[in-house]
T-cell receptor, first 111, second 114 residues
Framework: DAGVTQSPTHLIKTRGQHVTLRCSPI?????VSWYQQVLGQGPQFIFQ???????GRGNFPDRFSARQFPNYSSELNVNALLLGDSALYLC??????????FGSGTRLTVV | GQQLNQSPQSMFIQEGEDVSMNCTSS?????WLWYKQDPGEGPVLLIA?????ELTSNGRLTAQFGITRKDSFLNISASIPSDVGIYFC??????????????FGGGTRVLVKP
């Protein structure tokens, strides 16, 4: 069975640009969460979606947005990129908001 | 910012040694989780704890959910080279129909003694 799939694996963007990161959850999982992991730190919660509805939002600016599609895949969008947005972005899926399985992440570098 | 204090920040292990790390919080959680993260990968769940006082083992790993619900520890017995990596604790407040976010500690980096 495929695990949590994230794309792209690596990405380089310029300050001020926009980025879209994608996540496909484990088949049958209805909840997707996004985390930002800055080098040397633990992951920080950004969003949780369950059944296509936002169920939680972390302390991130409005430049960060996300959505979940009818097939339960998800996108994380970040506008007006800053150097400080450089991080590993992790997606985690679960059946119902519990027992999270993480993907390998998207490494975003903003230059 | 981080709400969980994880210690030590780093440690060196020698094959065969037992190692221990812990996590404390100013807030109560009703679930404690321990993850391991290898370079270039996402965190992988090692042990999940759901009740205060619970002691759970997974092979050479043992973790406990503190009685106060504000702390947890992880022990690794008879360490082997593949135990090298970064270990994260995470607390969760599981509330049905609401967000069930994980709050992570800063990690314990386990390295091999030169």
């Amino acid at each position: 069975d495929a695990g949590v799939t994230q794309s792209p694996t690596h990405l380089i963007k310029t300050r001020g640009q926009h980025v879209t990161l994608r996540c496909s959850p484990i088949s049958g999982h209805k909840s997707v969460s996004w985390y930002q992991q800055v080098l040397g730190q633990g992951p920080q919660f950004i969003f949780q979606y369950y059944e296509k509805e936002e169920r939680g939002r972390g302390n991130f600016p409005d430049r960060f947005s996300a959505r979940q599609f009818p097939n339960y895949s998800s996108e994380l969008n970040v506008n007006a990129l800053l150097l400080g947005d450089s991080a590993l972005y992790l997606c985690a899926s679960s059946l119902a908001g519990d027992g999270y399985t993480f993907g390998s992440g998207t490494r975003l570098t903003v230059v | 910012g981080q709400q969980l204090n994880q210690s030590p920040q780093s440690m060196f292990i020698q094959e065969g040694e037992d190692v221990s790390m812990n996590c404390t919080s100013s807030s109560i959680f009703n679930t404690w989780l321990w993850y391991k993260q290898d370079p270039g990968e996402g965190p992988v769940l090692l042990i999940a704890l759901y009740k205060a006082g619970e002691l759970t083992s997974n092979g050479r790993l043992t973790a406990q959910f503190g009685i106060t619900r504000k702390d947890s520890f992880l022990n690794i017995s008879a360490s082997i080279p593949s135990d090298v990596g970064i270990y994260f604790c995470a607390g969760q407040i599981r509330i049905k129909a609401a967000g069930n976010k994980l709050t992570f500690g800063g990690g314990t980096r386990v390295l091999v003694k030169p």
